[in-house]
């Protein structure tokens, strides 16, 4: 069974740079296309990004394009969300998600995706 785990939020200023990790155990990553949701209080979860595990294609919510870049290393079953040029709005608990598809065809859904890991906080803040 695969468990996801996410790490590396934190609280910081605006502009400021993070990087989260995903982990996985219990499978590998091949054929998953992983994807980043993120929810904020009072919020819907929303998509933020993906990355296939076909050819290694991105996508990513208008909010966050040209900030935010997705990675994976399959050697470290590792998934990444670098993250730049935060703003307050970014604030939100990030989540990693796993569908069991190499591609991110309609990415948005969070019902497409059946694994995620538990979350990690992000707090941008002066």
């Known amino acids: 069974q695969l468990t996801l785990v996410e790490s590396g939020g934190g609280l910081v200023q605006p502009g400021s740079s993070l990087r989260l990790s995903c982990v996985a155990s219990?499978?590998?990553?091949?054929?998953?296309?992983i994807g980043w949701f993120r929810q904020a209080p009072g919020k819907e979860r929303e998509a933020v990004s993906c990355?296939?595990?076909?050819?290694?294609?991105?996508y990513y919510a208008d909010s966050v394009k040209g900030r935010f870049t997705t990675s994976r290393d399959n050697r470290k079953n590792t998934v990444y969300l670098q993250m730049s040029s935060l703003k307050p709005e970014d604030t939100a608990v990030y989540y990693c998600?796993?569908?069991?598809?190499?591609?991110?065809?309609?990415?948005?859904?969070?019902?497409?995706?059946?694994?995620w890991g538990q979350g990690t906080q992000v707090t941008v803040s002066s």
């Open positions: 990355v296939s595990s076909s050819d290694g294609s991105t």
């Open positions: 998600a796993a569908r069991p598809r190499p591609d991110c065809g309609s990415w948005t859904y969070v019902l497409f995706f059946g694994s």
């Open positions: 219990g499978d590998t990553l091949d054929s998953y296309a």
